[in-house]
């Protein structure tokens, strides 16, 4: 359960931080809302995962880490921004962190 809500706590995050480029500086309502919602909505999933006792490291890395790597990708797909090698050795390397994470916390 509590991966199911980590998972859904990161697609809140990425949709925030997407409709966050989209509100335009705060001046259109909808996004604006789109934002507000998907936070609160985001960081109240990632509390509940915490109560379920999975470890914070782990748990912000993974929060934190797929939704940089998802933004990047989102960015660089719908909004014309760029994908340089280095952008995307950063995204493995992100990858990697989280990996490595997960098997400090599976001992």
Known sequence: MAWLLLTLAIASE???????????GFTHPG???T?????ITSFTLLAQVLK?????GTAYAIWSGAGTAA???IG???MGETL???KIGGILLIIGGVVIL??????
């Not at 990425?14 to 335009?24: D, E, F």
């Not at 934002?35 to 936070?39: D, L, T």
């Not at 379920?52 to 914070?56: G, N």
């Not at 997960?102 to 001992?107: D, Q, R």
Request: glycine residues 6%; proline residues 3%; aromatic residues 8%.
């Open 71 to 73: 933004i990047a990708l």
């Open 76 to 78: 660089a797909a719908f």
């Open 102 to 107: 997960n098997l400090a916390g599976a001992h």
């Open 35 to 39: 934002v507000a919602a998907g936070y």
């Open 14 to 24: 990425v949709l925030a931080t997407s409709a966050l480029k989209l509100s335009n």
């Open 84 to 86: 340089t090698p280095l």
């Open 52 to 56: 379920l006792h999975l470890d914070i």
């Open 31 to 33: 996004w604006t809302i």
